[in-house]
């Protein structure tokens, strides 16, 4: 790809509805996707190449990061995204490309040293807040700055952030009561993970000595220790120059680890193609992030989630009119309400563009499953979105 | 496949219309092949295996040389046949596997040793013969043959014939006016590719002193280095006695490098057709290039490529007569006339043998998009020729 891109005038947009891939539920036996009422990208459909794309890999369903990661193009299974580095993203923690990041969660320890509550009785956010607030003033480890940011409730984020770290780390949240805390192990024998190691295990214990009398918080896990995963940028490998629009910090920090830049979103759906639209001469690739399909199917609530696909409906003659030369629809994974998770279902993907080949007349799982680019590994998505906007040269004479 | 191939008595024929994918061109709304009226490959369709073939990538647009290296089963993105290697493909050269070939242009140097124009005024063909005969004649480098071949106007082609060369080569052709030519440089720091930056300089120098007073082509640019890509023949991963019927010296060339035997075709589509019936009985494999629906294709002529297809349609009757047990017709890319170019298009793909699942009654772009094969690799398509043939063993017990 590196090879073979080149910069011309020529704007793409991927739109991403989170969680769009769906199934029938009785009595309709249709999808949200087929039972929303949707003019406009039924409209579209018949005029776009159908698919469906895989995010991961089969039956496998992905979180938010590796389903991103591959609309961006990036191997989900190559470049990993840990949860420490997503929960930093997740709380607006603009994360560094030597900043080791892990999960915290405040914990109850017995007098006996073993975890009685892995969480802490779910304090409520503003007594985590304040325990964070004692974290970040008290903490002081050698050689490294120290963030810790609150979540929610008993969560929170820590953030290492110096020279020579590696997230090669075990957690040491034993992930049952009864037990006490693991040490934080190396799990391979650089120097790296052997001073990381030591970061994290002084952090605990530092950590304990705070809390010591905050029960029932008087002690931290940590887990899902990641780093930075040193995407190569949009602009390295597609000489684009990308910007995003995302209402979620997670999805924003997704789009940053790609280079793209932030543009400030309106309110809700409608605010965020405003935005687009106000921003359409600055840039030649828009990233634009819809979640509450995403939170619908979470919620089990088939009928909401079709609705915000009409509401998205709403806004596609919109983007129509600012005449993009490619144009992606797609989710990020499915998350069926029938599930009420994400789940491994191919997503309904659409590709707009002059070089179509149309194969239905409306959009939806059933008419995407016989579309002309059949099944299909979501990270091809950017070398579709590339090939319609004439960006890649040929490749070989 | 080198270890489940077995030699049998069936036989294989792989019929590449080039650039035979297209795209839906207004106001019918149908492809070219669509719109074509091929009754004897709708029939055949209806008893075949459909699908669309994809060359080498999601959205890029192989040129011929990968796109025909996946049809014969080698992975476009490792074996690498480079420009110099085509060029010398294509005006029927016969490339040994230790030559270094390269393109040249002949082009213009100022009194100041800077290039003025690139391509020497666009000398007619004669006067680039004339030229190639004076480098033939007074080029004379220290242990290795060289052999210069005019191509068309201000273009040849170089080959360097010898041992323990190298095509990790950077062009010294700049790519624009104004400047003097680099310097060829090595792009690895092997001793071969230092032996090779010492041919191809000695090369430039001598040039230089045989064409001083043919202005305005006194000097020749090199570019596109490339050696012999060094394929298992198909003798050796398929025990097969491949034969290529191919109008145009490129694809005689590609055939070649594959280790098939080049027929002698007769004129036109129908010569080629009657070649392949002529040497039936000496092959077990036949490659049979048709050329003009790529060049219907690339100049944007959608009436002239149906016909083309049309009059293949017409050959197809002689084909089946002859029982293949196995025949493929599909395309090396897509050329769909709506875009005058190459695509990255799915190609489509049939596949006739008694083994097939049919799944819709015409060959076209969006019955095979619906087909029993889905989209698939291009390099798949020898394995798939080679099962249906019955020419596989089964792999593992």
Sequence with gaps: MRELSVKTDSKIILLVLDGLGGLPLAPSGQTELEAASSPNLDSLAARSDLGLSRPVAAGVSPGSGPGHLALFGYNPLRYVVGRGVLSALGVGFELGQNDL??????????????????????????????????????????????????????????????????????????????????????????????????????????????????????????????????????????????AAIASYPMYKGLARLAGMEL?????????????????????????????????????????????????????????????????????????????????WHGVPFLLSSPYTLPTAESFGERTCAGGSLGEFPAEEVMGLLMGHALKLNRYGA
Tied chains: 1, 2.
Excluded: C
Aim: hydrophobic share 40%.
């Design 263 to 343: 543009l400030k979103e309106g309110e809700g759906i409608v605010g965020e193609f405003e935005t687009l639209k106000e921003n359409w001469d600055r840039h030649d690739f828009f990233f634009l992030h819809v979640k509450p399909t995403d939170a619908a199917g979470e919620d089990g609530d088939f009928d909401r989630k079709a609705e915000v696909i009409e509401e998205v409906d709403a806004q596609v003659p919109g983007l129509l009119d600012l005449g993009p030369d490619a144009l992606a629809v797609t989710g990020d994974h499915a998350t069926p309400a029938l599930l009420k998770s994400h789940s």
């Design 101 to 242: 990041a892990a999960r915290l969660n405040f914990a109850t320890l017995d007098e006996s040293g073993k975890i009685s509550d892995r969480r802490a009785g779910r304090i409520p956010s503003e007594k985590g807040a304040q325990l964070v607030e004692m974290l970040n003033e008290n903490v002081d480890l050698d050689g490294v700055e120290t963030f810790v940011i609150p979540e929610k409730e008993y969560r929170a984020v820590a953030v290492f952030r110096g020279e020579g770290l590696s997230d090669s780390l075990a957690d040491s949240d034993p992930q049952r009561v009864g037990l006490e805390p693991l040490p934080v192990k190396p799990t391979d024998d650089s120097p790296e993970a052997e001073r990381s190691t030591a970061l994290a295990n002084a952090f605990v214990e530092q950590a304990n000595k705070i809390l010591h009398d905050q029960h029932p918080a008087n002690t931290v896990l940590m887990r899902g220790f990641g780093m930075h995963p040193g995407l190569p940028s949009f602009e390295e490998i597609y000489e684009l120059d990308a």
